[in-house]
């Protein structure tokens, strides 16, 4: 059974969390790159990481969607401390991501994701792109953490 799932920022290849890193670190097989993609929602800054809020007013969020295997979500549960049934930051959901540019094959993929539920939103400010890595350079660019 295949299992997708879509990353929207530290889980990216090459931040922070990389997927394929901790894959490594934990003696899983290195997840399999599908593709770029969007997911409905809006990005928020955090500081050092994004959240996603889902929205349904047109906005996307790009990302990136590889396929895994079921171990490999428990390792994304611990990421993002998302414990089933406990109040947290981030939450395990269900989405549609939209394939871009689209491969052979399906334009759409069903993937698991971590949105964040919006009540811990907190002060987070609004992110006005749909890259969390754009956004995190163009901080970088204009000198602001």
Same mark, same amino acid.
């Given at each position: 059974?295949?299992?997708?799932?879509?990353?929207?920022?530290?889980?990216?290849?090459?931040?922070?969390?990389?997927?394929?890193?901790?894959?490594?670190?934990?003696?899983?097989?290195?997840?399999?790159?599908?593709?770029?993609?969007?997911?409905?929602?809006?990005?928020?800054?955090?500081?050092?990481?994004?959240?996603?809020?889902?929205?349904?007013? /047109?906005?996307? &969020? #790009?990302? =990136?969607?590889?396929?895994?295997?079921?171990?490999?979500?428990?390792?994304?549960? *611990? !990421?993002?401390?998302?414990?089933?049934?406990?109040? /947290?930051?981030? &939450? #395990?959901? =269900?989405?549609?991501?939209?394939?871009?540019?689209?491969?052979?094959?399906?334009? *759409? !993929?069903?993937?698991?994701?971590?949105?964040?539920?919006?009540?811990?939103?907190?002060?987070?400010?609004?992110?006005?792109?749909?890259?969390?890595?754009?956004?995190?350079?163009?901080?970088?660019?204009?000198?602001?953490?």
């Amino acid at each position: 059974m295949s299992i997708y799932v879509f990353v929207y920022g530290t889980l990216r290849a090459g931040e922070i969390n990389d997927l394929a890193q901790a894959a490594a670190k934990q003696g899983l097989p290195a997840p399999r790159p599908v593709g770029t993609a969007t997911v409905p929602g809006m990005l928020v800054d955090f500081g050092d990481w994004p959240g996603l809020i889902p929205v349904a007013d /047109g906005r996307r &969020v #790009r990302g =990136e969607v590889y396929e895994v295997t079921p171990a490999f979500i428990a390792l994304m549960d *611990e !990421i993002e401390e998302y414990v089933p049934g406990q109040a /947290g930051c981030f &939450v #395990r959901r =269900e989405i549609v991501a939209r394939l871009d540019p689209t491969p052979p094959g399906p334009p *759409e !993929i069903r993937c698991q994701y971590y949105p964040i539920d919006p009540a811990w939103r907190g002060a987070a400010t609004d992110i006005a792109g749909e890259d969390w890595i754009a956004h995190r350079h163009g901080r970088a660019t204009r000198g602001t953490p």
